[in-house]
């Protein structure tokens, strides 16, 4: 919903996100590398807009691409036109990668150290290509309703067998486009799609089979990669001799120099436009042209699209002034320190923090926490994937540095995910798997890769093409490890979602109510036999306290009632005028008599009205009668007629 309020909280959010980064690189600044940055006031700008930008855009996904999405996907869903949903798949997954900006940098950058044998644009088609199969696949895995982790083991193998014929300069690059293609835009429109379909599909549950396409889009790509660098390496020569020139410290600098101009920015937000523009169109050919429908809530749609526009240019402005700039700089510096333990502890930290405040992460777990029905906390589940992103940059960083295949090490993270599948509970198994393509994008992206190619191209002995690509596949596969021990940890806690703790308290309650049924059965003895019967019947105490004079006058107008049976206890009672001095009084002698008479609760009636009749209570008030109800009878005797 389109509100102020709504904003407000949503930037609160925002830069609570943005603390995590900001403390990791004044520590690393002002501790490790003890210096302060010339454009330390620019980058603080930055990352205000950075938390700007974010919470602008989290409120067009929520207004804009959410609602059209699903809308779309229940539209399809509702008409039963399986082919237009695969279509509309199809061009969502391919219109939305192939002007994704993260791929569009790491595609030039491979195509700059292969020696001319791979071409950026051939390789952005391959990888879009994939993702338009990949949502294919998944959504006809949601029409039909199969298990995910089939698709996802099957595709694992796929990989693994892919990658044993597959020449080592392209394996880090192909696992690495594997989490490059899942942008800050795709993400959430592809959410919306298989949630869209799980929640209209008759027997399909939007947390089982909703989720599971994002994980699908990381997978295929790495598998068709793997045989596009099989045939160029195979069948073409080298066109040009790669030069990869080691970072210097002035290099560093001038990369980090942001021109923040006018045009810069206008150039920018043209290009975002340009990213949007594919899914915008897609949507208007889909719901006019094949559904020829107008779109609800037109004004309110196009009011969010164009806050994704800007939150995501000014997100990307403020991340170029904010971040990139001490980020780049950094990365030469600590590559000139002896201590690797420096270089571990950057990555863990910077992994942690980047997908913290990673946009496309926080609208999944938002939606992962919706339609669980509070289940999963989303900023607990984004904590467990910060955490795997960080711990699988400190391994891939740990692999440049030390050296190794990587397919020894993503083959081993692997067979762990396959063996927590059939561990997790089935709830969290599809939002681990897209766990792993949410993180690496916007933010994550540039920040991990340039660390990679930055460790590959100063430490010596390494290749930037065949170690320097990696990082990104690490932060990949490590948080679909982390997320299935949440969900692991969650159950074994015990941990229920709205819906089940209201359940489970009206369980309570009608397990209460029927102890206190079960405890009206009464056990009456009958007179004249040694017999007795358990009766399902409700009883009650009658209290008589009237003067000792007027006991058998009480007791006649209780037994005319119906009463079979008194307790009769001493006692002493004071009125109101004689309460103001008693302490002469409390050892006075027994003055009144306590009748209690058990009884069925529908006779109670009767015999306090008989007794308020025959002693004149209510007009004297020479005595007090009451009654409550009473459980757990045992001994009571009464005659048969009376049962």
Same mark, same amino acid.
């Given at each position: 919903?389109?509100?102020?309020?709504? #904003?407000?909280?949503?930037?609160? =959010?925002?830069?609570?996100?943005?603390?995590?980064?900001?403390?990791?690189?004044?520590?690393?600044?002002?501790?490790?590398?003890?210096?302060?940055?010339?454009?330390?006031?620019?980058?603080?700008?930055?990352?205000?807009?950075?938390?700007?930008?974010?919470?602008?855009?989290?409120?067009?996904?929520?207004?804009?691409?959410?609602?059209?999405?699903?809308?779309?996907?229940?539209?399809?869903?509702?008409?039963?036109?399986?082919?237009?949903?695969?279509?509309?798949?199809?061009?969502?997954? #391919?219109?939305?990668?192939?002007?994704?900006?993260?791929?569009?940098?790491?595609?030039?950058?491979?195509?700059?150290?292969?020696?001319?044998?791979?071409?950026?644009?051939?390789?952005?088609?391959?990888?879009?290509?994939?993702?338009?199969?990949?949502?294919?696949?998944? /959504?006809?895995?949601?029409?039909?309703?199969?298990?995910?982790?089939?698709?996802?083991?099957?595709?694992?193998?796929?990989?693994?067998?892919?990658?044993?014929?597959?020449?080592?300069?392209?394996?880090?690059?192909?696992?690495?486009?594997?989490?490059?293609?899942?942008?800050?835009?795709?993400?959430?429109?592809?959410?919306?799609?298989?949630?869209?379909?799980?929640?209209?599909?008759?027997?399909?549950?939007? /947390?089982?089979?909703?989720?599971?396409?994002?994980?699908?889009?990381?997978?295929?790509?790495?598998?068709?990669?793997?045989?596009?660098?099989?045939? %160029?390496?195979?069948? #073409? =020569?080298?066109?040009?001799?790669?030069?990869?020139?080691?970072?210097?410290?002035?290099?560093?600098?001038?990369?980090?120099?942001?021109? #923040?101009?006018?045009?810069?920015?206008?150039?920018?937000?043209?290009?975002? %436009?340009?990213?949007?523009?594919?899914?915008?169109?897609?949507?208007?050919?889909?719901?006019?042209?094949?559904?020829?429908?107008?779109? =609800?809530?037109?004004?309110?749609?196009?009011?969010?699209?164009?806050?994704?526009?800007?939150?995501?240019?000014?997100?990307?402005?403020?991340?170029?002034?904010?971040?990139?700039?001490?980020?780049?700089?950094?990365?030469?510096?600590?590559?000139?320190?002896?201590?690797?333990?420096?270089?571990?502890?950057?990555?863990?930290?910077?992994?942690?923090?980047?997908?913290?405040?990673?946009?496309?992460?926080?609208?999944?777990?938002?939606?992962?926490?919706?339609?669980?029905?509070?289940?999963?906390?989303?900023?607990?589940?984004? @904590?467990?994937?910060?955490?795997?992103?960080?711990?699988?940059?400190?391994?891939?960083?740990?692999?440049?540095?030390?050296? !190794?295949?990587?397919?020894?090490?993503?083959?081993?993270?692997?067979?762990?995910?396959?063996? @927590?599948?059939?561990?997790?509970?089935?709830?969290?198994?599809?939002?681990?798997?897209?766990?792993?393509?949410?993180?690496?994008?916007?933010?994550?992206?540039? @920040?991990?890769?340039?660390?990679?190619?930055? @460790?590959?191209?100063?430490?010596?002995?390494?290749?930037?093409?065949?170690?320097?690509?990696?990082?990104?596949?690490?932060?990949?596969?490590?948080?679909?490890?982390?997320?299935?021990?949440?969900?692991?940890?969650?159950?074994?806690?015990?941990?229920?979602?709205?819906?089940?703790?209201?359940?489970?308290?009206?369980?309570?309650?009608?397990?209460?109510?029927?102890?206190?049924?079960?405890?009206?059965?009464?056990?009456?003895?009958?007179?004249?036999?040694?017999?007795?019967?358990?009766?399902?019947?409700?009883?009650?105490?009658?209290?008589?306290?009237?003067?000792?004079?007027?006991?058998?006058?009480?007791?006649?107008?209780?037994?005319?009632?119906?009463?079979? !049976?008194?307790?009769?206890?001493?006692?002493?009672?004071?009125?109101?005028?004689?309460?103001?001095?008693?302490?002469?009084?409390?050892?006075?002698?027994?003055?009144?008599?306590?009748?209690?008479?058990?009884?069925?609760?529908?006779?109670?009636?009767?015999?306090?009205?008989?007794?308020?009749?025959?002693?004149?209570?209510?007009?004297?008030?020479?005595?007090?009668?009451?009654?409550?109800?009473?459980?757990?009878?045992?001994?009571?005797?009464?005659?048969?007629?009376?049962?």
């Amino acid at each position: 919903m389109l509100s102020f309020r709504t #904003f407000l909280q949503l930037l609160k =959010e925002s830069f609570r996100d943005l603390l995590p980064i900001v403390l990791v690189i004044m520590f690393f600044q002002l501790a490790i590398i003890q210096s302060v940055p010339e454009n330390w006031l620019s980058t603080a700008i930055g990352l205000a807009i950075v938390g700007v930008g974010l919470a602008v855009f989290l409120l067009g996904l929520e207004v804009g691409i959410f609602p059209v999405g699903e809308g779309l996907a229940s539209e399809f869903a509702r008409k039963g036109s399986t082919a237009w949903i695969i279509i509309f798949g199809f061009m969502i997954g #391919f219109g939305t990668t192939v002007a994704e900006p993260a791929l569009i940098v790491i595609a030039q950058k491979a195509a700059s150290i292969s020696a001319g044998r791979i071409d950026a644009t051939t390789l952005r088609m391959v990888v879009a290509f994939s993702v338009g199969f990949a949502i294919v696949l998944g /959504v006809w895995r949601i029409i039909k309703g199969h298990p995910i982790h089939y698709y996802i083991i099957s595709g694992y193998i796929l990989v693994v067998a892919a990658t044993a014929f597959s020449p080592s300069e392209i394996v880090g690059l192909a696992y690495d486009l594997g989490g490059v293609t899942t942008s800050t835009v795709t993400v959430p429109l592809v959410a919306a799609l298989g949630i869209g379909l799980a929640s209209t599909i008759k027997g399909r549950n939007p /947390v089982l089979d909703g989720f599971g396409l994002i994980a699908f889009a990381s997978l295929t790509p790495m598998i068709f990669v793997q045989f596009y660098g099989i045939i %160029v390496y195979n069948f #073409f =020569e080298p066109s040009q001799i790669p030069h990869i020139a080691p970072i210097t410290e002035e290099a560093a600098v001038a990369a980090a120099e942001y021109n #923040f101009s006018p045009i810069e920015i206008l150039k920018g937000l043209v290009g975002v %436009v340009m990213d949007v523009a594919p899914i915008l169109a897609i949507i208007l050919f889909f719901q006019y042209i094949i559904l020829k429908k107008p779109i =609800e809530n037109l004004k309110q749609v196009i009011i969010g699209f164009g806050l994704v526009i800007i939150g995501l240019d000014a997100f990307i402005v403020g991340l170029e002034m904010g971040l990139f700039s001490v980020g780049e700089t950094m990365a030469f510096e600590l590559t000139q320190y002896d201590s690797n333990i420096i270089i571990y502890s950057f990555g863990f930290l910077i992994g942690f923090s980047t997908t913290m405040a990673e946009p496309s992460l926080t609208a999944i777990a938002k939606k992962a926490k919706e339609i669980s029905d509070g289940k999963i906390n989303d900023f607990i589940l984004r @904590l467990f994937v910060a955490l795997g992103v960080a711990i699988g940059i400190s391994l891939g960083a740990y692999r440049i540095v030390v050296g !190794g295949e990587i397919v020894y090490y993503i083959m081993a993270g692997y067979l762990f995910v396959i063996v @927590l599948t059939f561990l997790a509970p089935k709830y969290i198994i599809p939002i681990a798997y897209d766990s792993g393509g949410v993180t690496t994008s916007t933010v994550t992206v540039p @920040l991990v890769a340039a660390l990679g190619l930055g @460790l590959a191209t100063n430490i010596p002995g390494r290749d930037p093409l065949i170690d320097g690509f990696g990082l990104i596949a690490f932060a990949s596969l490590f948080p679909m490890l982390t997320v299935m021990l949440y969900g692991l940890i969650t159950e074994k806690m015990g941990v229920k979602g709205e819906h089940e703790k209201e359940q489970m308290h009206l369980d309570e309650i009608r397990h209460a109510l029927e102890d206190v049924h079960n405890m009206e059965l009464a056990t009456i003895n009958l007179q004249d036999s040694n017999k007795s019967h358990s009766y399902d019947m409700a009883f009650s105490a009658v209290h008589v306290i009237v003067p000792k004079e007027k006991t058998e006058e009480a007791l006649l107008a209780a037994r005319d009632a119906g009463a079979r !049976g008194v307790t009769i206890m001493e006692a002493h009672g004071m009125g109101l005028e004689q309460m103001e001095n008693f302490y002469n009084r409390l050892h006075a002698d027994t003055t009144d008599a306590n009748l209690m008479f058990i009884t069925k609760t529908k006779d109670v009636d009767k015999i306090i009205r008989s007794i308020m009749d025959r002693l004149d209570i209510t007009g004297e008030g020479n005595g007090l009668t009451f009654a409550y109800p009473v459980t757990h009878i045992k001994g009571l005797r009464l005659k048969t007629d009376d049962l």
